[in-house]
């Protein structure tokens, strides 16, 4: 079974509908992370938890929301959906304990592919 | 504007070729990490480099760490079509967060 599984994987919805994309991990790890990637542009870092308390802005928060519900699940929200963000959307996990900082590596979700008609 | 800048964008060779994919910055890292991502899954880490002049070879591909650590260039010895796929680069500045470049898309021809 996948470490980091992602629901739904594709999704079509229509301006101004709310989305909810959601997150499991069976990892164990602390850190959360939520990215868009677009053609050219790379990935994005939308919004990161480091634990349940703990939520984080990222480069590109606006019109999207999180909620960490446990430490294994976190969800995207996009309260009003908006054509331009219609991206692949990736959930990432990171292990803090026992990894050095300089070396933290995310191990992300499947992706969900989002189109806002 | 990009913090991390790839090139080339795309690259298409022969099975057998050698090719080197670039990620440049003006910024510092204090890490750079290399992904592979295929189609319909998320990247996968290939290298994480730490030390400014670092070079790490994981088979086939060698990877390294300019001595500024601001730039680093992945090599591909005698490409397979096993090696296609979206390469990223991510740097992680020192307040930890990761910066993603746009991808080299590479392309293997059998």
């Known amino acids: 079974d996948a470490d980091v599984t992602q629901t739904p994987r594709n999704r079509i919805t229509k301006t101004g509908k709310r989305i909810m994309l959601e997150c499991s991990q069976t990892?164990?790890?602390?850190?959360m992370y939520w990215y868009r990637q677009d053609p050219g542009l790379g990935l994005r870092l939308i919004y990161y938890s480091f634990d349940v308390k703990d939520i984080n802005k990222g480069e590109i928060s606006d019109g999207y929301s999180v909620s960490r519900q446990a430490q294994a699940k976190f969800s995207l929200s996009l309260e009003s959906a908006i054509p331009n963000q219609t991206a692949l959307y990736f959930c990432?996990?990171?292990?803090?304990?026992?990894?050095?900082?300089?070396?933290?590596?995310?191990?992300f979700g499947p992706g969900t592919r989002l189109t806002v008609l | 504007t990009q913090l991390l800048e790839q090139s080339p964008q795309f690259l298409s060779i022969q099975e057998g070729e050698n090719l080197t994919v670039y990620c440049n910055s003006s910024s510092v890292f204090s890490s750079l990490q290399w992904y592979r991502q295929e189609p319909g899954e998320g990247p996968v880490l290939l290298v994480t480099v730490v030390t400014g002049g670092e070079v790490k070879k994981l088979k086939r591909l060698t990877f390294q760490f300019g001595d500024a650590r601001k730039d680093s260039s992945l090599h591909i010895t005698a490409a397979q079509p096993g090696d296609t796929g979206l390469y990223l680069c991510a740097g992680i500045s020192n307040d930890y967060k990761l910066s993603f470049g746009a991808g080299t898309t590479v392309t293997v021809r059998a």
């Open positions: 990892k164990g790890h602390d850190r």
């Open positions: 990432a996990t990171s292990d803090l304990k026992g990894a050095g900082i300089q070396t933290d590596e995310q191990f």
